[in-house]
């Protein structure tokens, strides 16, 4: 029965393969990503539909087990209420964003003199859970209260200190609210790439003012797309990737990778990570990323794929809210390993229905137990050209370390 079983399997599979390498020869990018999007819980289906008759047959000893952790810091938020307004004549700021979730109220200012975000909320868990992950992040109380005009348009007040004492008060008063049937995707890349999905957006209405340290900034106004000088939104998600090389250490890890098989990792500030196998066959595993002490993290699910004896990244999946980010990659994204290499991978990222949201390339380097990606961006024109690093350090497990020594890690390609 075993037997008949795998076979079913396997010609499923050679049927999906061949389906697929049709559509790659006769579809065009964004066709292929739609469907890749839609299609991706059936042909996940197909490789695990005997997941414990397959793992049976693949030996104990078949790949090393080595924790499966990313070379990068992606961020993707549901964010009920959002606000934004640029200037320019400030001394220091040149853009205030409003965040606003039931009990939380988080301020960004952007600070131009530094090129970094500030962050300022009313919640002190989420600035203790961002300032260990290396966010500049202050705890300081913000007011927010909703009303509406005299003329029924709604109407916003933010008012709180910055780091330096300065008062700020921001004063929003919303237009029209316009839905998009396709939503705006709006880009970033002062630090990264941060990606804003608003599906319904107003542009900021007259009376509209943000007063800093006394000096009144009103939205300016630009040639086009004046809604997005300064707008609101609400049911938007932000998602960023973040520059900067990660350090984890490997606590603990199995021996074997098997069904419900874990890794714990511990990370600087307090930062815990759980790396547990959610679905195993022998060729492809899904991993769930959890961040224990971070209750805003999405959830993360890494899908791996196994070739020349190592499993790599083909793709991961970002959820919040009902909200997707997807991160597709072609050829398999290597992971840190006892390996050192370089290679260039294509990445494409989608969002719910939009199937080609961002695309480029990434050149991979390894060295023993680290792993740096650098970014470029092809697409949209507005993130065209732009470059970053990313990356991971990790300190394995002790005997992991005792076997380095013993085979003379530096000799491995």
């Given at each position: 029965?075993?037997?008949?079983?795998?076979?079913?399997?396997?010609?499923?599979?050679?049927?999906?393969?061949?389906?697929?390498?049709?559509?790659?020869?006769?579809?065009?990018?964004?066709?292929?990503?739609?469907?890749?999007?839609?299609?991706?819980?059936?042909?996940?289906?197909?490789?695990?539909?005997?997941?414990?008759?397959?793992?049976?047959?693949?030996?104990?000893?078949?790949?090393?087990?080595?924790?499966?952790?990313?070379?990068?810091?992606?961020?993707?938020?549901?964010?009920?209420?959002?606000?934004?307004?640029?200037?320019?004549?400030?001394?220091?700021?040149?853009?205030?964003?409003?965040?606003?979730?039931?009990?939380?109220?988080?301020?960004?200012?952007?600070?131009?003199?530094?090129?970094?975000?500030?962050?300022?909320?009313?919640?002190?868990?989420?600035?203790?859970?961002?300032?260990?992950?290396?966010?500049?992040?202050?705890?300081?109380?913000?007011?927010?209260?909703?009303?509406?005009?005299?003329?029924?348009?709604?109407?916003?007040?933010?008012?709180?200190?910055?780091?330096?004492?300065?008062?700020v008060t921001w004063q929003f008063v919303a237009g029209d609210m316009v839905p998009h049937a396709s939503p705006?995707?709006?880009?970033?890349?002062?630090?990264?790439?941060?990606?804003?999905?608003?599906?319904?957006?107003?542009?900021?209405?007259?009376?509209?003012?943000?007063?800093?340290?006394?000096?009144?900034?009103?939205?300016?106004?630009?040639?086009?797309?004046?809604?997005?000088?300064?707008?609101?939104?609400t049911d938007m998600t932000i998602s960023a990737i973040l520059p900067g090389t990660d350090l984890w250490n490997?606590?603990?890890?199995?021996?074997?990778?098997?069904?419900?098989?874990?890794?714990?990792?511990?990370?600087?500030?307090?930062?815990?990570?759980?790396?547990?196998?959610?679905?195993?066959?022998?060729?492809?595993?899904?991993?769930?990323?959890?961040?224990?002490?971070?209750?805003?993290?999405?959830?993360?699910?890494?899908?791996?794929?196994?070739?020349?004896?190592?499993?790599?990244?083909?793709?991961?999946?970002?959820?919040?809210?009902?909200?997707?980010?997807?991160?597709?990659?072609?050829?398999?994204?290597?992971?840190?390993?006892?390996?050192?290499?370089?290679?260039?991978?294509?990445?494409?990222?989608?969002?719910?229905?939009?199937?080609?949201?961002?695309?480029?390339?990434?050149?991979?380097?390894?060295?023993?137990?680290?792993?740096?990606?650098?970014?470029?961006?092809?697409?949209?024109?507005?993130?065209?050209?732009?470059?970053?690093?990313?990356?991971?350090?990790?300190?394995?497990?002790?005997?992991?370390?005792?076997?380095?020594?013993?085979?003379?890690?530096?000799?491995?390609?």
């Amino acid at each position: 029965m075993p037997r008949i079983a795998i076979s079913i399997c396997a010609t499923l599979m050679r049927s999906a393969h061949r389906s697929v390498g049709f559509l790659l020869t006769t579809c065009n990018r964004r066709a292929v990503m739609k469907n890749r999007i839609v299609s991706i819980g059936f042909v996940s289906c197909l490789f695990f539909c005997h997941a414990t008759v397959m793992r049976a047959q693949v030996p104990a000893t078949a790949l090393t087990p080595e924790a499966p952790v990313l070379p990068m810091d992606i961020k993707f938020r549901h964010v009920p209420q959002y606000f934004e307004q640029s200037f320019t004549d400030d001394p220091r700021y040149a853009r205030i964003e409003a965040l606003v979730d039931e009990e939380r109220c988080d301020i960004i200012l952007l600070d131009k003199t530094t090129n970094r975000e500030v962050l300022y909320s009313n919640l002190n868990r989420r600035v203790d859970a961002l300032a260990a992950d290396g966010v500049d992040a202050h705890a300081t109380p913000v007011d927010f209260a909703a009303s509406s005009t005299d003329d029924s348009r709604p109407l916003f007040l933010f008012h709180f200190y910055d780091q330096f004492g300065q008062n700020v008060t921001w004063q929003f008063v919303a237009g029209d609210m316009v839905p998009h049937a396709s939503p705006g995707v709006i880009f970033y890349t002062h630090s990264g790439v941060t990606l804003l999905y608003a599906p319904r957006r107003a542009a900021a209405a007259a009376g509209t003012i943000l007063t800093i340290a006394g000096r009144e900034y009103r939205p300016e106004s630009t040639r086009s797309h004046d809604a997005l000088a300064a707008f609101y939104a609400t049911d938007m998600t932000i998602s960023a990737i973040l520059p900067g090389t990660d350090l984890w250490n490997v606590e603990s890890g199995p021996d074997d990778i098997v069904q419900a098989a874990k890794w714990t990792l511990s990370g600087s500030g307090g930062q815990r990570r759980i790396l547990a196998v959610k679905q195993l066959s022998d060729t492809e595993a899904a991993i769930d990323q959890i961040d224990p002490n971070n209750p805003d993290v999405p959830q993360v699910v890494l899908n791996l794929v196994r070739a020349n004896g190592a499993y790599g990244v083909s793709s991961l999946s970002l959820e919040t809210h009902g909200n997707r980010l997807w991160i597709f990659f072609g050829p398999v994204l290597p992971l840190p390993a006892r390996q050192i290499d370089k290679t260039t991978v294509t990445f494409t990222v989608a969002e719910n229905e939009q199937a080609t949201v961002a695309s480029g390339e990434l050149e991979v380097e390894r060295t023993t137990y680290a792993e740096h990606l650098s970014w470029r961006f092809d697409t949209p024109n507005s993130a065209r050209g732009s470059t970053f690093m990313t990356g991971v350090n990790l300190i394995p497990i002790p005997r992991e370390q005792a076997k380095c020594v013993n085979e003379d890690c530096s000799n491995l390609r």
